[in-house]
């Protein structure tokens, strides 16, 4: 009897530990990848609709080198946002893991141009850049789907 109880303890315990490593795994990474129209540098309108945002100097990306990029951002009307704040994160979501390096805003260029400077892909495959733009309208976010 005690053999067949720790057989059983054994068994749903490596059932358990699966379906815990089957959930976490799911959570980590997005497999729907988007269709190739959702990809390049925009022109992208933010999730609420309040700036139109663009990426120049992202049309060939490739792995392991820095990359300086200009985001352009504009409002509903196509006018420049000036003084923006602008935060950048993203990753790689079907690894599930995020930008190996800390990308950021070094320079307001003026006229709703700001330079990014410090973006780099470690690997090649789809990448996420998402900005959260903070401005006159109020803070929205854009997401641009990347192949590196």
Known sequence: MTSKRTYLIVVGTIAAIILTLSAVGKGRGRTDRPPAEEFGPGPRATAQGLYIVTLQGARTLQPRKM??????????????????????????????????????????????????????????????????????????TVTFNLAV
């Open 67 to 140: 990359y300086t990029l200009q985001a352009i951002v504009a409002d509903g009307s196509s006018q420049p946002v000036t003084e923006a704040k602008i935060a950048i994160d993203g990753g790689m979501p079907q690894h599930g893991h995020g930008l190996p390096t800390r990308p950021r805003v070094t320079k307001d260029l003026g006229n709703g141009w700001y330079e990014i400077s410090g973006l780099r892909f470690n690997m090649g495959g789809w990448w996420e850049l998402k900005l959260t733009v903070t401005g006159p309208a109020g803070t929205d």
